[in-house]
């Protein structure tokens, strides 16, 4: 079957990496790619949001599966605009409709979800600029910290974890009525603040069944030591040593599970990723938030550690026959590393051409994200330009495999943290 992936992130690369290995895949096609997207097939020059020129190409070139890696387009309805069209129903589609695509477009949506399901989260109230003085005067009762989240899509940067009441107030005003994050932020969420570890949980459903992919822990702060401002993520590592079974379990009972029900409850049908950003506290699972897709930098090492036929797996979701799959799992430890470009997450160069690409050791995989290529040389086009995956028996063997080969890779301002899993190689579980 001729497969059409759409984005081009670090997701993306390392989707068209996987289904590139199955042998159900005849073509693949990755709008728009990057510079190392096209070693695992052809790029096409498609925008994410122009649905009518996705349609024509879809039927020209005789496609029978659609995975959509970012959130913008499923936010937007480009499910829904495949299901309007009958010439377009036949095509396996990966990624949730406009309305199941609610539980990442709207921290509101999604937190009343969670609410009306008994599925464990952070307690919290919704305010808009028309009642600016109600929200000031919540936070009035708040302890600190304490966490404001606009609404709708924000690229990851609209959370504000703020560490005093005068914080909390003067970036309530400057979301709502300063519009911090535009329209995302024309409601914002005040949050109670979670004290526990982090890590995300990753469930591919057909809307009645589910199954449970390899959890990751994710590194968002531009600084080693969980320092700086945040980014879309510098690094991350599967499995995670504190997700053991008896976690794991609640995770399934507690969340997942809960999760599924709702969407059949609430008549959203649901087929894709359901990506669980998750809070340890204690030996308890809170829901952070959702995501309608997988995460980057997280899909670079939760799919090297799926043994199956992806394309198989993707199938059965698309066609509602999850039901009795199993996810067979490689033990093994993977990490990713992100290199970025000099002043990310703030203004950054393009244009940088990148040099010791070939030198990489061949046991790595280097991941494109922020990449063009033109001829035969290869510039960063974005923050997050590439990262480098690793494997191996233990989490300290693939460290050592990414450490080594990350210093062959080099552009001008190149940055990346040198620390991504360190804190678990010394983590103790009570």
Request: glycine share 12%; with cysteine; aromatic share 8%.
């Amino acid at each position: 079957m001729n497969i059409l992936i759409l984005g081009s992130g670090g997701r993306e690369f390392t989707f068209a990496w996987k289904i590139a290995q199955s042998e159900l895949c005849s073509q693949l096609y990755i709008a728009p790619g990057n510079a190392g997207t096209s070693q695992f097939g052809m790029n096409v020059d498609l925008k994410s949001d122009d649905f009518g020129a996705i349609e024509a190409f879809v039927l020209k070139r005789n496609i029978g599966m659609v995975v959509v890696g970012p959130e913008a387009p499923l936010v937007e309805g480009i499910r829904d605009y495949f299901e309007s069209k009958p010439e377009l129903d036949k095509i396996l589609f990966i990624g949730p409709g406009k309305m199941g695509a609610q539980l990442e477009g709207s921290k509101d949506f999604s937190k009343a979800f969670m609410q009306k399901h008994s599925i464990p989260t952070a307690k919290s109230q919704t305010f808009t600029a028309e009642n600016l003085d109600q929200g000031l005067e919540y936070i009035n009762g708040c302890n600190i910290p304490v966490v404001l989240k606009a609404d709708g899509l924000a690229a990851g940067k609209g959370v504000i974890i703020a560490q005093s009441k005068e914080e909390a107030r003067e970036s309530l005003k400057s979301m709502l009525v300063g519009r911090q994050f535009g329209e995302a932020s024309s409601k914002v969420l005040i949050e109670e603040f979670l004290e526990g570890i982090e890590l995300s949980v990753f469930v591919l459903t057909d809307g009645k069944d589910y199954v449970i992919l390899p959890e990751a822990k994710d590194y968002k702060r531009i600084g080693e030591g969980d320092t700086g401002l945040n980014t879309g993520g510098m690094g991350a590592v599967s499995p995670v040593i504190f997700a053991n079974d008896e976690f794991m379990e609640k995770v399934r009972t507690n969340v997942v599970e809960p999760t599924i029900q709702g969407l059949q409850t609430e008549g959203i049908p649901y087929q894709g990723f359901i990506f669980i950003g998750l809070m340890k506290v204690g030996s308890d699972p809170y829901v952070i938030e959702y995501n309608v897709r997988m995460g980057d930098p997280e899909t670079q090492v939760v799919l090297p550690r799926i043994k199956n036929d992806f394309v198989e797996i993707l199938a059965s979701c698309a066609q509602g026959s999850l039901k009795g799959q199993a996810i067979e799992i490689d033990p093994n430890y993977a990490v990713t590393v992100v290199q970025v470009a000099g002043g990310y997450p703030e203004a950054y160069e393009k244009g940088k051409e990148i040099s010791g690409l070939a030198d990489v050791p061949p046991n790595l995989i280097v991941v494109h994200a922020g990449t063009r290529q033109e001829k035969y040389h290869v510039y960063t086009n974005g923050g997050r330009v590439l990262s480098v995956t690793g494997r191996g028996s233990t989490l300290e063997e693939a460290l050592n495999h990414v450490y080594k080969g990350l210093p062959y890779i080099h552009w001008e301002g190149s940055y990346y943290r040198k620390d991504i899993g360190k804190d678990l190689l010394s983590f103790h579980l009570d």
